[in-house]
Nanobody
């Protein structure tokens, strides 16, 4: 089983930047998809970004497009989420997740098989 470990959360002022990291311990495959999700207090978990291990093709939620960038390094089994121009509404616990198989809706948390422990991101106004 792959274990995911996130890091990089913290407190930042609006307009600032943070970079989250997610290391996958265990074997990954080009067919896997890595996703970033977030959950704010009182809200449902929502898709932020996703990237294919194999192709590197990425996609983003509309609310973060143009501000966040997801990338990966296959040799290091690591995925990053670079977050720029942060807003108070970006405040949430951020999770990375791994989906073993392709197909289906990669923006749905139901399609992911492994999850990290989450890291808190707080953006002050």
């Amino acid at each position: 089983q792959v274990q995911l470990v996130e890091s990089g959360g913290g407190l930042v002022q609006a307009g600032g930047s943070l970079r989250l990291s997610c290391v996958a311990f265990g074997r990954t495959f080009s067919s896997n998809t890595m996703g970033w999700f977030r959950q704010a207090p009182g809200k449902e978990r929502e898709f932020v970004a996703g990237i294919s291990w194999g192709s590197g093709i990425a996609d983003y939620a509309g609310s973060v497009k143009g501000r966040f960038t997801v990338s990966r390094d296959n040799a290091k089994n690591t995925v990053w989420l670079q977050m720029n121009s942060l807003k108070p509404e970006d405040t949430a616990v951020y999770y990375c997740a791994l989906r073993y198989h392709g197909g289906g809706d990669y923006s749905s948390d139901q399609s992911y098989d492994r999850w990290g422990q989450g890291t808190q991101v707080t953006v002050s106004s």
